[in-house]
């Protein structure tokens, strides 16, 4: 049973309390000719996803409808029927509908957060499967459009308050990479619910509001990627999900394609390969998607790898030829902000992954050399002598490997991350099967940087 985070962020919203939306239940159930004797613990339940029976429901929505001055349905309090419950947002081109989905949004990020302040770290809801899991991804990509996307609201939110958000976007980028999600994952879910939230439920015309939810998306993307790299990959799905929702309510059709980049990622990672092509695809056929030779650069690698996992070798070779061809024409000073991640040496360790899974232990290697030495941030540093280890195990050079290993612990200190050390578990793993005591010793480094307990 998970929490109802839609009817905590109405209530909170209405300011009623758990007393107080009791006290009117039973009310209205009076007026309905039923008794009723709820009090806060019966909301207290409600809240932590138990559906009361009857027509409790209904008036659940009448009482907080009056406060709020709009019409609740049983799925905005997230008190519907199990069937009735669509299995991803389909809110797209109408402003009820993402009003509507804003509210989930925020109702989420409060969710999280509370999750976050009880338990460090907390997985968060199971991972969207099937039509679910692509149904965003195909609404992103076909209309209708939405229209307009202003709103009423009580704070007038200007051009600044947006400003403040990309600014913001890039100091958590800059602490994620650095710190690792783990650490980063509850500041960045606090912004967007003290100060996101207010924002979206602002007063703006249309021109803003489309500023304003590119600006949101791009923080939500921002706690996904915090949530993929915390192993929360259900959460983190949700987070990608709402960014995209917010990224086809802005207008701008490359954000949307980045964050369905995130999305093919994290499908990389799940191991499944299809759906990671099918969305890489998804982008690269979009018009407008295709503006940032950074984005379509990583789209196909990373479809070359998905197509090398499937072995299919001819069609991973002429992705990858795509992949180094859009390089070429990358001109960071054209890219958007968020496309600032495909950096020098991404691309090389990405096509160094997918030769390992073709068995193309040579043409492996010197694309992992050529990544190692490009600069990179901290944890990208990680993951390049990652893949150098393997390629170095792979090829029967353990004494290499070892020291190899050794360096990638040593940058590793200090990063909050459950992904690189899952990453750090499989080398060690591959270490411990390799001779030599240099293997021994580089895998008893790892195994001791492992036991350090996250914070």
């Known amino acids: 049973m998970e929490p109802n985070s839609q009817l905590d962020a109405l209530l909170d919203q209405s300011g009623i309390s758990r007393s ?59 008190m519907a029927a199990p069937a009735a419950v669509p299995p991803a947002p389909r809110d797209a081109g109408d402003d009820g509908g993402l009003g509507r989905f804003v509210e989930r949004a925020v109702g989420s990020w409060r969710s999280d957060l509370r999750s976050d302040q009880v338990r460090a770290g907390a997985p968060g809801p199971p991972l969207l499967t099937g039509a679910a899991a692509v149904a965003p991804v195909w609404e992103w990509e076909n209309p209708p459009e939405d229209a307009d996307v202003s709103h009423r609201g009580e704070l007038p939110v200007t051009e600044v308050d947006v400003a403040v958000l990309h600014a913001a976007r890039g100091h958590y980028e800059h602490l994620y990479r650095n710190a690792g999600g783990v650490a980063t994952r509850p500041r960045v879910v606090g912004f967007l619910t003290g100060e996101v939230a207010p924002l979206l439920r602002g007063g703006y015309g249309d021109r803003t509001g489309r500023s304003l939810c590119r600006a949101a998306g791009s923080l939500a993307a921002v706690g996904g990627i915090c949530a993929y790299d915390a192993d929360a990959q259900g959460l983190a799905q949700r987070y990608f999900h709402q960014a995209l929702r917010l990224g086809k309510a802005s207008g701008d059709r490359m954000f949307g394609g980045y964050v369905v980049a995130l999305l093919v990622n994290q499908a990389l990672f799940l191991g499944d390969n299809r759906r990671a092509i099918a969305c890489a695809e998804a982008v690269l056929r979009t018009p407008g998607a295709q503006a940032s030779p950074a984005l379509a650069t990583d789209l196909y690698a990373m479809q070359a790898t998905a197509y090398a996992r499937l072995g299919d070798a001819a069609t991973a070779h002429s992705r990858m030829r795509a992949a180094e061809s859009y390089a070429q024409r990358i001109r960071p000073e054209n890219e958007p902000e968020e496309t600032g991640y495909v950096q020098p040496g991404l691309l090389e360790v990405r096509l160094a992954e997918t030769l390992l899974a073709l068995g193309e232990l040579d043409a492996a290697g010197r694309y992992a050399e050529e990544a190692a030495r490009a600069p990179a941030h901290v944890r990208g540093r990680v993951n390049r002598l990652a893949t150098l280890t393997d390629v170095a195990l792979r090829s029967g050079e353990a004494e290499r490997a070892a020291r190899i290993a050794a360096e990638m612990v040593g940058h590793a200190q200090g990063i909050e991350s459950q992904r690189l050390r899952g990453r750090m578990r499989q080398v060690r793993d591959h270490l411990v099967r390799s001779p030599g005591t240099p293997a021994a010793e580089a895998a008893r480094l790892i195994e001791e940087a492992l036991r350090v307990p996250l914070r």
């Not at 107080?20 to 009090?39: F, H, I, K, P, Q």
């Not at 009361?52 to 406060?67: D, K, S, Y």
């Open 20 to 78: 107080g939306l009791a006290a009117r239940v039973n009310r209205l159930g009076a007026e309905a000719g039923s008794t009723l004797r709820y009090d806060h613990t019966a909301v207290a339940r409600w809240l932590k996803g138990q559906r009361p029976r009857g027509r409790v429901p209904e008036f659940v929505c009448e009482v907080l409808g009056r406060r709020l001055g709009r019409t609740l349905t049983l799925a905005d309090i997230g």
